[in-house]
């Protein structure tokens, strides 16, 4: 069961991912939430512990769908590796569109507050991990090629989500680059 601390922070992801990092406030929050004004500002003080509070919400969420997604067979080839890569990046932009972008925002507000770059650095490192896991069976250098793949995966999201091309397919390019690392 959610707790309402939860509720808060998945309604400020909501707002992040909605509305940017200049529509982020405590009362916006509790608006989302449907919490009674001044609920956000009892947990989150400051603009800053609300935003580290969303780095930690999503990382929190991010290991429950690594944790699902690690249920599933590791890329024994790299046409399944491929296909792990395509669906990973359409289901951020589909599904967890919201998120994704709210991630997104959060780097940047990031890049000026140094409180968030620490979170963030350590939820990459916890990816790449997992992601070095999964393509270990198919590369000669996951940790070479895992970067570089999540590098380009990152790239292509965040064009989508700020300038989306309406017949976007990313298998092609996905396709040359794992070939070309592989």
Do not use: C
Not at 57 to 74: C, I, K, N, S, Y
Request: hydrophobic share 45%.
């Amino acid at each position: 069961m959610t707790s309402k601390r939860e509720q808060v922070l998945d309604a400020a992801i909501e707002l992040l991912g909605t509305k940017g990092s200049r529509g982020l406030t405590h009362r916006g929050v509790d608006e989302i939430a449907a919490m009674p004004t001044g609920s956000t500002s009892n947990y989150f003080r400051t603009r800053e512990t609300l935003l580290a509070g969303v780095a930690g919400r999503l990382v929190e969420r991010d290991h429950a769908d690594w944790d699902q997604l690690g249920q599933l067979p590791t890329p024994q080839t790299a046409a399944e590796l491929i296909d792990s890569a395509v669906a990973l990046l359409m289901h951020s932009l589909g599904p967890e569109r919201t998120r994704t972008a709210a991630r997104y925002a959060l780097f940047l507000e990031a890049a000026a507050t140094e409180e968030l770059q620490a979170p963030l650095l350590e939820a990459r490192q916890g990816l790449v991990t997992w992601v070095v896991g999964m393509m270990a069976t198919v590369s000669k250098q996951p940790e070479i090629d895992a970067p570089i793949l999540m590098d380009y995966l990152d790239g292509a999201i965040l064009h989508q989500l700020t300038m989306p091309v309406a017949d976007f397919d990313p298998r092609p390019r996905i396709t040359h680059l794992v070939t070309s690392l592989l």
